[in-house]
């Protein structure tokens, strides 16, 4: 199963691809997680991403599709792949194409979260993490204990680019570069509607009728 997760920053792409991974036992992909790992280790890669991150700007394309070159080309990709953030330019699906050709696995879906700008701010602003991966809502999605994470107990911290003024320009950056690959794919069949307005679990039911067609 090849997909890929669609949608602006907060449509609930990380916490959907969590479960359809832990569901289809493929693994999640997610370019924000990997760049985040780079950061917190200093790498240089890291260092070179970290300022577009904070300022809530796109990191270029050059650095993107070489990690997700590198990332495709490890084994338990064989299984097929749920990608979670990439791609987010026309450039970045380009040389997705081509790497996909490559290794003779193209895509089968492209999930188009949808959700309402008005909705995304306050998931946004909400969002708490664990360094296991899980993320929170402080209202849509409470941990059971305020502050640690139900999966790990790990203390639950707040992105740095969570916060408003950075928010406004990640979504601008979505509209400005992201958005048209919803033509994009729309013109290539792949693109699958997906209310992203309901609740986690109900969310989750309707992606696993799209994808139980795909599973062989
Ligand atoms: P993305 O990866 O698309 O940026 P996340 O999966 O991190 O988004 O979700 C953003 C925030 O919204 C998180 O705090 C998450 O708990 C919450 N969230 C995710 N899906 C929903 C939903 N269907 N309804 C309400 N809140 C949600
Ligand atoms: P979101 O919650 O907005 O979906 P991500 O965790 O996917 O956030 O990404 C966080 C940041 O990492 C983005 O604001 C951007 O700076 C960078 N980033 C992640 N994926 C990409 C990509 N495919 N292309 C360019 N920049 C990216
Ligand atoms: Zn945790």
Do not use: W
Request: proline share 6%; net charge negative.
């Amino acid at each position: 199963m090849n997909v890929v997760l669609f949608g602006p920053p907060g449509a609930g792409k990380g916490t959907q691809a969590k479960e359809l991974s832990n569901y289809y036992d493929i693994p999640h992909i997610s370019t924000g997680d990997i760049l985040r790992a780079n950061v917190k280790e200093g790498t240089k890669l890291g260092k070179e991403a970290e300022q577009y991150m904070n300022r809530g700007e796109l990191v270029p394309d050059e650095v993107l599709i070489g990690i997700i070159k590198n990332r495709l080309a490890e084994p338990d990709c064989k299984k097929g792949y749920l990608l979670d953030g990439y791609p987010r330019t026309i450039p970045q699906a380009d040389a997705l194409a081509g790497i996909l050709e490559e290794i003779g696995m193209p895509l089968d879906v492209v999930l188009n979260i949808d959700v309402p700008d008005e909705e995304l701010v306050g998931r946004l602003s909400g969002r708490y993490m664990c360094k296991c991966g899980e993320s929170y809502h402080i209202r849509f999605n409470p941990p059971q204990k305020e502050g640690i994470c139900d999966s790990c107990g790990g203390q639950l911290y707040q992105r740095d680019d969570d916060k408003e003024e950075v928010i406004r320009q990640r979504l601008e950056s979505y509209k400005n570069k992201t958005q048209p690959l919803i033509d994009y794919y729309a013109n290539k069949n792949l693109l699958v509607h997906i209310n992203g307005e309901k609740g986690i679990n109900s969310v989750f039911d309707d992606i696993r009728v799209v994808l139980d067609k795909y599973v062989n």
